[in-house]
């Protein structure tokens, strides 16, 4: 007699079990300007690493490994000054030039979110940083920066850049 109530107890709990949904809301934001009223969806991890290998790479002043993830020509809006268009190829003398007054430069990332907008096909990495610069006459400067790379078919195209000083 136990076990048919055993039994009983053990069914009646499960048929008495609901199942929840939960809806996540894949999308979000808003677009404002072009594209107005695009809504955004989370990017994908590949792109986000592609993204902060990146940055970490530039640290490092690893041309070659940037070089793998540029594509044919790359857009860079610099924080000061115009965007510019430059071939791949002009990577090693771009690494080069802007490390001069610098010894060394460490990275350390904050966070950085994939984002793609819909109706395109790239996607836009947002990273977050602080630099620390440590120039060839012996003093130190951190800075904050911001980074939106752009990635499409696991290759970078276009990168915009912020800067901010460190109190």
Known sequence: MKKYICIFVVLLFMTSCETKTVEINSSGG????????????????????????????????????????MADTVRYAPPEGKMMALPKTAIYDVVKNLHEPYDSIKRQIWNSVPLKMEGTDYTRVTVAFKEDRFLKDGSQKTVRLVDRIFIRDGKIFRVHQWVGDMQ
């Open 30 to 69: 808003m677009n404002y300007g072009n594209n107005e009223g695009k809504k955004y969806s989370f990017g994908s991890e590949e792109d986000n690493q592609i993204a902060v290998d990146l940055v970490l790479a530039y640290a490092a002043k690893d041309s070659q490994s940037m070089f793998e993830k």
